[in-house]
């Protein structure tokens, strides 16, 4: 993390030439001795080499789409790439697993750590909490391994002989190692930051939500009401003890993504990314496009605004819209570069118990007249950036005005959550000085675009990558990971309440008077009789859209093949109940070479 003050490296664990702001003085090393772990910077080393793997995964472009495509949230933008993982169709051990290697070669840095460092020459509690730390980040990676593909390799002792020989143990194992680790971590960490775990690092807080979320998690696996209970009981205890861990909700839900408030009370974990260029991976200017612990993640739901939002745009007879004249829109720092990767889940149904929805508006993001998140988390207006003249007689100009935009002051583009007469150059019979884009109209090349990530602070170089940390875990998770845990302890009155305390907050809104946030409040209450998984599920869309959650919210609910065959069209016909797990990547099955043959998932 950007506060963990150390004064060494690790050689093989690619940490060489690289590192976060004030973490590392580099003196690289050719290799790692146990003995190296018998010091305190050595121990610090390993856990800051692990914090900043992280970051090579959270806000890339292949960890984000594995994380988010193929669900009932996102399908392919214009420049999705092979659409493999949006599909499944395809998708196979060649094209999937961008984490399996960081994880296990960070977990075999976490095992030297708990192995060697015991007796580093620190004060009782400090060194508690180094090995705690360690603990978390190792239950951290299980975690998503054991979500993400099942059975794997469970390794507790530090690996200084490679091997070729490997094999996977059951999933119950696995999640033993988990809570045992993320138990005892919880009771050495502190319950707030302190040096030289600073920032958002690991506290007891964080490593007590991924506990529930662990036993949860195994809870649905095994339909075991005593992980339900235990999940509801500790996300109780996080809740109880908010005040003395300085973690609360933002009175208003857009709080949560200001980047002033990236480090504020609602956020438990993050995953850093610094303002110095030496240790965030990219040349300022550099336009970057990729590579490691760069996060793009302001990019990846960006339609090309600037190409595509021609002012004299039409619909053509078949009700498509067609781009036409000149951009009404340049890039620039607030609207983000586009890379049209991903964008939501507006395509209506033809067929199917939801003829006639799309799961963006009709099932997610509904009541939006009362609930802030959707325009908390989406660009819908496009004030205009440059001045554009247009001729009553140009190209496509049914208007029947000549006129030139403000910029700063003139609409370019609309996007409004419902249909609009005349669009999109009239609403109604009024002309519209820059186009009207509603839902009827939106495609993979124009549609909202998620906001929550964006990085204004790029100035003249906004197609850098970002500097904001991906925020990991918020606390207004901990009431919802107590909702589904009281939802299947039998607990529905509990969970209607945590729900309610997410719902009621999402209702308030800056420009509403104070009888308005009341009434707004009290509309968006809900009693125990509508909770279900389902709406759970859709809570969890409205709450954490775009947050890097969904994939894993579905496999946890064994939930994801009925949601996708009911709600996401392009991947429907491919979907199958394997792809609840995802494919052994072929490079580690290819390395085993001695001993038995290192098993693939079924059906890859």
């Known amino acids: 993390m950007k506060s963990i003050k150390i004064l060494a490296t690790l050689g093989i664990l690619a940490l060489s030439g690289t590192g976060c702001e004030k973490i590392l003085e580099e003196h690289p090393e050719s290799q790692i001795v146990p003995s190296y772990f018998n010091s305190p910077s050595g121990v610090l080393g390993g856990i800051a080499g692990v914090y900043n793997d992280i970051r090579s995964q959270w806000g890339t472009e ?121 138990t005892e971590a919880a009771a050495d960490l502190p319950s707030q930051p302190t040096a030289p775990f600073l920032g958002k690092a690991a506290t007891k807080p964080v490593a007590q939500l991924l506990l529930a979320k662990a036993y949860l998690t195994r809870g649905w696996l095994n339909n075991t009401a005593a992980d339900f209970t235990q999940a509801a009981t500790i996300c109780d205890e996080i809740i109880a003890g908010k005040s003395a861990s300085g973690l609360d909700l933002w009175q208003d839900y857009g709080d949560a993504f200001v980047p002033a408030n990236d480090y504020g009370k609602e956020t438990m974990f993050v995953s850093d990314h610094v303002l110095d260029p030496k240790y965030g991976y990219y040349a300022v200017g550099g336009q970057a496009g990729g590579g490691a612990a760069q996060n793009l993640s ?24 067609v781009n036409s004249g000149t951009s009404g829109m340049i890039r620039d720092s607030y609207y983000g570069r586009p890379y049209v990767r991903m964008r939501p889940n507006s395509d209506k149904l033809s067929t199917g118990p939801h003829s006639g929805k799309n799961y963006f508006l009709d099932q997610a993001f509904t009541n939006r007249d009362i609930d802030s998140r959707f325009t908390n988390s989406f660009y819908t207006v496009y004030i205009s950036n440059t001045a554009v003249t247009n001729p009553a007689g140009a190209t496509n100009n049914t208007r029947g005005i000549s006129y030139t935009t403000v910029p700063g002051a003139d609409t370019a583009v609309w996007l409004p959550d419902y249909e609009v007469p005349g669009a999109p150059q009239f609403v109604g019979s009024r002309p519209f000085k820059g186009i009207v884009v509603p839902p009827s109209l939106w495609n993979n090349g124009i549609f909202p675009a998620l906001k929550k990530h964006m990085d204004p602070s790029r100035g003249a170089n906004f197609n850098d990558p970002s500097t904001r940390p991906c925020v990991l875990y918020r606390f207004s998770d901990v009431y919802m990971t107590g909702a589904e845990a009281n939802f299947k302890a039998g607990n529905s009155t509990k969970a209607a309440a945590l729900i309610n305390v997410v719902r009621q907050r999402a209702a308030y809104r800056k420009t509403n008077t104070s009888a308005q946030n009341t009434a707004a409040a009290a509309a968006m209450t809900i009693d125990a009789s509508d909770v279900s998984l389902d709406f759970i599920l859709d809570e969890r869309s409205r709450e954490f859209f775009g947050e890097w959650q969904r994939w894993h919210d579905l496999v946890r609910t064994r939930s994801l093949v009925r949601r996708v065959q009911e709600w996401n069209k392009e991947a429907a016909p491919y979907v199958k109940d394997f792809n609840m797990l995802r494919p052994i990547p072929q490079s580690q099955i290819d390395r085993v070479v001695e001993g038995p043959k290192f098993p693939q998932n079924t059906g890859y």
């Not at 070669?105 to 708990?114: A, H, K």
């Not at 302001?298 to 819209?321: E, L, M």
């Open 62 to 182: 292949g960890f984000t789409v594995e994380m988010q495509a193929g669900t009932d949230e996102f399908i392919q933008g214009v420049n999705a790439g092979s659409g493999t993982a949006y599909t499944y169709n395809g998708l196979n051990s060649s094209n999937f697993g961008s984490a399996w290697g960081v994880a296990f070669q960070d977990i075999n840095t976490l095992n030297g750590v708990l192995q060697y460092g015991q007796t580093i020459e620190l004060p009782d509690a400090t060194r508690k909490q180094y090995l705690a730390q360690a603990k978390f980040l190792r239950a951290f990676w299980y975690f998503y391994l054991v979500q993400t593909w099942g059975d794997v390799p469970l390794h507790t002792e530090f690996i200084t002989v490679p091997s070729q020989a490997a094999s996977r143990q059951p999933v119950a194992a696995v999640y033993e190692l988990i809570i045992k680790d993320l």
């Open 298 to 321: 302001p990019w990846f739901t960006n339609w090309n605004y600037p190409n595509n939002s021609g002012i004299n745009s039409i619909k053509n007879a078949a009700g498509a819209f």
